[in-house]
């Protein structure tokens, strides 16, 4: 029989204080080694369960302990240049649910086949898994291309040129509305507002790391289908949301500022701008907001200063090329308060 350390101690003279004390480290370090292995075997438990759950495993089950990466627990990032199609099944022949952005993200619930099941935004549905990124790939890339955006938490969110309460009010956002952060200074954030500099009180907002979201097919398809020239040219605009946005382009697939995109749709219905929102708002007449119809200019800026375009498309509603984040979007026609309203359609 092997005699314990605190025999082998106690037997050549040495204390049973000395003894015990020796005895205690020996447990101790064993504990400690326990801990390590504890939290080796927790990170492989997780590889493990990301790895499962790519495979089709439940991933409410398996990533319970996960810790969530831009709200989302086990994430997925499309993959493309454009759009990546979501839908209704699995498979090319379903209809489809929405869109994805490239760099978009999306929680991954499943696997079947080529295809896995997702959901983004309010959009659910399927994409083929071989444009969607997923696992450690997912969550090493999306630093990259994930934004810090600040949500207005209060009735109206005033943006203003800089950061204190004396100058001039460059926009007047509603509560919901998201600013993208460029730089924490404490107190101020500033933020982009459709490609403009401006400042917001850190009180009236929450900040977030966000990744783009899927659009929905009302998004995607606003007043398709209706034959009157004015909404055949909503229709025809909205075709081009979730396309990216490029200072001074003008192409509506490659890249279109505010001003080039709503130049580049006018032109196919034979009504040439001006590539500047300033004088696009000197083109046709100023009318009341409350008369809108889809097809007029809305345009926004600080003061009587124009620097921004969009074209309304119904319902309180506007379409426009607003940042390098966002690309194409549609947006809530008051998210600023709007400079003027203009018609160029007859």
């Not at 050549?12 to 326990?34: C, F, P, Q």
Request: charged share 20%.
């Amino acid at each position: 029989m092997t005699a314990s350390p605190a025999e082998v101690l106690a037997d050549t003279g040495v204390t049973a204080g000395i003894s015990d004390a020796i005895t205690t480290n020996l447990e101790e370090e064993n504990k400690v080694n326990a801990g390590i292995s504890s939290e080796i075997a927790e990170c492989i438990d997780v590889s493990n369960a990301m790895a499962e759950v790519s495979k089709g495993e439940d991933a409410t089950t398996m990533l319970a302990n996960i810790p969530q990466m831009c709200g989302y627990t086990n994430l997925g990032i499309a993959k493309v240049e454009g759009n990546l199609n979501v839908r209704q099944g699995p498979s090319e022949d379903s209809e489809l649910a929405g869109k994805m952005p490239g760099n978009a993200g999306c929680e991954i619930l499943g696997v079947e086949g080529d295809w896995t099941e997702i959901k983004s935004g309010e959009v659910s549905g399927y994409v083929k898994s071989e444009f969607l990124l997923n696992g450690m790939a997912a969550r090493d890339y999306a630093p990259e291309v994930m934004s810090t955006i600040a949500t207005c938490n209060t009735e109206t969110l005033r943006v203003r040129e800089e950061p204190n309460t004396e100058c001039e009010i460059m926009a007047l956002m509603a509560v919901g509305e998201e600013v993208e952060v460029l730089e924490d200074q404490g107190d101020w954030l500033k933020v982009s507002v459709d490609s403009e500099v401006g400042y917001v009180s850190s009180d009236y907002v929450e900040v977030s790391n966000e990744l783009t979201k899927a659009m929905t097919m009302t998004e995607v398809k606003y007043g398709q289908g209706v034959s009157d020239v004015r909404v055949d040219l909503v229709s025809y605009a909205c075709q081009f949301v979730g396309n990216p946005y490029v200072w001074g382009g003008t192409s509506l697939t490659n890249g279109a500022d505010c001003s080039g995109f709503t130049l580049s749709i006018f032109a196919k219905y034979g009504i040439y701008l001006p590539h500047s929102s300033a004088a696009q708002a000197g083109c046709g007449r100023r009318i009341n907001a409350s008369e809108a119809q889809p097809g007029d200019l809305f345009f926004y800026g600080s003061g009587s200063r124009i620097s921004h375009v969009a074209i309304y498309i119904g319902n309180g509603q506007i379409v426009h090329a607003s940042s390098r984040r966002t690309g194409i979007k549609i947006s809530n026609a008051y998210y600023r308060s709007p400079i003027c309203v203009v018609r160029v359609l007859d």
